[in-house]
């Protein structure tokens, strides 16, 4: 008799609440969590507008002006404080699993094990940054339209929903990274270092790609984390679509968001199922 396949949404929706729960348990851990985040994150945005005392636009000729370049890092707030929120403190359990041997647990659940180890906790307090994100994207936006004349910059609701897509798209590149990189905790026991290998690489996403020009270095940051290691398409492809939407490399760059993102989960989806089949149980 066949068994019922689970439901993946009430799983996660059941993974959401009990992770709920769980940091309400500890409401004052909560409150500093969901507070020192967006602290941060200000502290960066006073950094920015003080640059942007200094100069207009970030290099010349590259669009990026003070506001353009706010769109950007409201995309990268976003991106990354749902990676935050989704992923990231699963991954970095998961190689306590493995040392442990609960992955043994994990393994013989009817559901999917990727699903199960990237989504059985939702960190709730990385999503005030994303408000954030969302309030710094509003204003600077609002700045844009009345700035910029209609030739230069305008929005529409198709635009809106691209910037969400493409906002997806950068989600699930760097979730297949910090997949590839964890699935290399069950050949390696411990992998703390790629951990900080992934944040090294991550903070190349932080800033438009225009930067990594001119030079032979410049050129060739910006060919291996564009086309080898996609992270730059993470925050740039929907911040230019968003802060740029007449810049003629941005279906370019639109189209190989699509591509990478796809070869990007199916590679990792490939590296964490050839790790399992290394996996020795606790029992073994």
């Not at 967006?38 to 502290?43: G, R």
């Not at 442990?100 to 393994?107: H, I």
């Not at 951990?195 to 050129?219: A, V």
């Not at 007449?246 to 639109?254: D, M, S």
Request: glycine share 6%; net charge positive; charged share 10%.
């Amino acid at each position: 008799m066949n068994r019922p396949r689970p439901s993946y949404r009430n799983v996660f929706l059941t993974f959401a609440r009990n992770s709920l729960v769980r940091d309400m348990m500890f409401r004052g851990n909560f409150l500093i969590e969901a507070i020192s985040a967006p602290c941060w994150t200000l502290m960066n945005q006073l950094f920015y507008n003080l640059i942007f005392v200094y100069t207009d636009s970030i290099g010349q000729g590259t669009g990026w002006g003070k506001y353009q370049f706010f769109v950007f890092f409201a995309t990268t707030i976003l991106v990354n404080s749902l990676v935050q929120a989704f992923f990231m403190r699963n991954f970095e359990e998961f190689s306590e699993l493995i040392r442990t041997g609960n992955l043994d647990f994990a393994l013989l659940k009817p559901i999917d094990t990727q699903f199960l180890i990237s989504l059985h906790r939702v960190t709730w307090s990385a999503f005030a940054n994303t408000f954030f994100g969302l309030g710094l994207l509003i204003y600077a936006t609002w700045q844009l339209s009345r700035t910029e004349s209609a030739a230069d910059w305008s929005i529409g609701p198709g635009t809106v929903l691209l910037y969400i897509v493409y906002v997806l798209c950068g989600v699930g590149i760097l979730y297949s990274l910090m997949l590839t990189l964890s699935s290399t905790s069950i050949w390696l026991g411990r992998n703390q270092t790629l951990y900080n290998f992934w944040f090294y690489i991550t903070n190349f996403s932080r800033y438009p790609m225009e930067i990594y020009g001119g030079s032979f270095p410049g050129i060739a940051l910006r060919f291996v984390f564009s086309f080898a290691i996609p992270i730059l398409l993470a925050v740039n492809v929907p911040a230019r679509w968003m802060a740029q939407p007449f810049a003629p490399l941005n279906r370019i760059y639109a189209l190989v968001a699509i591509v990478a993102v796809v070869l990007s989960l199916l590679g990792s989806r490939w590296v964490f199922k050839k790790a399992l089949l290394s996996y020795r149980s606790a029992s073994s």
